[in-house]
Structures are given as C-alpha cells and as structure tokens.
C-alpha cells in the first residue's frame, strides 16, 4: 500500500516488485510536477541560491541540495506503509524519507530550471529497490547524482547496487 500525501490524505493500492516501484515514481513525478511552480518552493528555492552568482549551475545545485540534506531531517516512514508527502508539506514539516526528500529536492530544482529524475537503487536482490535519490540534469545534459539523505557532496551515489534504474529506464 502507499499513501499519497498531498493536500489530503490518499491510500492507493501499490504493485509489488517492478511494477509497484513504476507506480511510485509516477506519483513522485507527478508531485514535482504540481509543486515545482507553487509560490512555496519557488520562493524557497529563490532564497536558497540568492547568494550564489547568476547561472552559476553547480553552486545552485549544491545551495539546493544542502539546504534538502541539511535541513530537512531524514524519518521513517510510517510503520509497513510507503509514504509520499508533497514538496510543501515537507518544507511545513521539515522532515521526510528519501522519496520525500528527493521530492522536494527535485521540485526545488525545476522550480529554478533545473531538469530532474529519480534514480532507485537496490542492495538485496535485482527485483528489490530499496532506496531513491535526485539526478539533476545540467543545460549541457551533464547529470549529476544528488542523495540528500547522506552527509555526501554532490556527485556522490550510493556504492555497489545490484539493482539500479532511472525513471527513464524503469
């Protein structure tokens, strides 16, 4: 089961394997999609590179992403139930999983111009995704690998999946 959280509280039937982490990442596109113009995380995005220089791409990633991995506090999800919580509401919150955090995170990018995936990876079994993080995708189409729940610099993925897809791929 997953729940969907945006301005209401929503339980959808989910998948298992492959299928389920398909239906999920749509639900997390979806999210970014809807948030990323709100005047909430545009404004926020806006003050988290004001002191960055004028379309300095890799420091507006970098403000971005630190600001998600430092100060948006990593929590679990409810107990034997997927969660999805909207851009706003983990900013009103402060806290999330990593599907939450790489919400926001991807929402905040696009809101500046940034385009985004998700990358989810796997550790126990080819068929098992345990685990998602933020691609931000460069105007050159150079991506770079944004985990927010790590105390990481960007670029950094998390080592040695056996399972490993991208939103475009999966």
């Known amino acids: ?32 999609t809807a948030y990323r113009a709100t005047p909430s995380v545009r ?32 929590v679990m999800d409810v107990f034997d139930t997927e969660t999805l919580h909207s851009p706003d509401q983990v900013l009103r919150i402060g806290a999330g999983d990593c599907d939450d955090k790489s919400i926001l995170l991807a929402s905040l990018l696009e809101s500046i111009g940034y385009a985004t995936e998700f990358a ?8 098992n995704f345990e685990h998602v993080y933020t691609i931000a ?3 050159d189409g150079t991506e770079i690998s944004l985990d ?13 999946p056996v399972a490993y897809e991208t939103e475009r791929t999966i």
Do not use: C
């Open 43 to 74: 404004e926020t995005a806006i003050s988290i590179v004001a002191s960055t220089p004028p379309k300095a791409h890799l420091a507006e990633i970098d403000a971005v992403f630190e600001y998600v991995r430092d100060s948006i506090r990593y």
């Open 137 to 139: 995708i460069l105007p």
């Open 148 to 160: 927010p729940t790590e105390q990481v610099n960007i670029g950094w993925a998390p080592p040695n």
């Open 1 to 32: 089961m997953i729940t969907y959280a945006p301005a209401q509280f929503t339980s959808l039937g989910i998948a298992d394997g492959r299928a389920g982490i398909r239906q999920t990442l749509r639900l997390m596109r979806k999210l970014v």
């Open 120 to 127: 989810v990876v796997g550790y126990t079994n080819r068929n």
